[in-house]
T-cell receptor
Framework: DGGITQSPKYLFRKEGQNVTLSCEQN?????MYWYRQDPGQGLRLIYY???????QKGDIAEGYSVSREKKESFPLTVTSAQKNPTAFYLC?????????????FGPGTRLTVL | KQEVTQIPAALSVPEGENLVLNCSFT??????LQWFRQDPGKGLTSLLL?????REQTSGRLNASLDKSSGRSTLYIAASQPGDSATYLC???????????FGKGTRLSVIA
């Protein structure tokens, strides 16, 4: 089945720890995105990548880092510099250059800081 | 900077009713507009995408319209069912056809 997978589904972080959220897609999409969702809020863009080995900051990139070494993978690291990381994290992909404008989303990772 | 607003924030209707969800955006120079559905604790499911050159799109009981000049879109749901209960999100690209700017959503409850 084609789609986007995110792992883990739930993640708990202690103060001062870095954690990495996984996002993998087998849709052959060029572009991948990370969004953050807080209760009662819309999604906000953290980082996005339109091509392998290239990525751009979104509105709330501080305290986060990403890499795009493979087309299928776009992991997000939440660093200790992110002061309020408790949120629901959603990964998405699309392929505008391939005529696929629709963004497809993964099931999300819920991160809680203990 | 593009901003997206959705009204109402929450809506409760009896089963069988037709309903309209509203979305407005501040910059009318959009590439497309997308409507999504989100169930509690889940990811987003794409419902409809309207290209900037289109006026509306239909999928089953859903119809989305787009009026770029006035910066508005509506999502019409016909003959609502309890299974339609979810949060509906509207989004437009920041620029071109890449990352999306989202509204805060409308939380819909359809009562049997």
């Amino acid at each position: 089945d084609g789609g986007i997978t995110q792992s883990p589904k739930y993640l708990f972080r202690k103060e001062g720890q870095n954690v990495t959220l996984s996002c993998e897609q087998n849709l052959n999409h060029d572009a991948m995105y990370w969004y953050r969702q807080d209760p009662g809020q819309g999604l906000r863009l953290i980082y996005y990548s339109q091509i392998v080995n290239d990525f751009q900051k979104g509105d709330i990139a501080e305290g986060y880092s990403v890499s795009r070494e493979k087309k299928e993978s776009f992991p997000l690291t939440v660093t200790s510099a992110q002061k309020n990381p408790t949120a629901f994290y959603l990964c998405a992909s699309s392929s505008p250059s391939g005529g696929e404008d629709t963004q497809y989303f993964g099931p999300g990772t819920r991160l809680t800081v203990l | 900077k593009q901003e997206v607003t959705q009204i109402p924030a929450a809506l409760s209707v009896p089963e069988g009713e037709n309903l309209v969800l509203n979305c407005s955006f501040t910059d009318s120079a959009i590439y497309n507009l997308q409507w999504f559905r989100q169930d509690p604790g889940k990811g987003l499911t794409s419902l409809l995408l309207i290209q900037s050159s289109q006026r509306e799109q239909t999928s089953g009981r859903l119809n989305a319209s787009l009026d770029k000049s006035s910066g508005r879109s509506t999502l019409y749901i016909a003959a609502s069912q309890p299974g339609d209960s979810a949060t509906y999100l509207c989004a437009v690209p920041y620029s071109g056809n890449t990352p999306l700017v989202f509204g805060k959503g409308t939380r819909l409850s359809v009562i049997a």
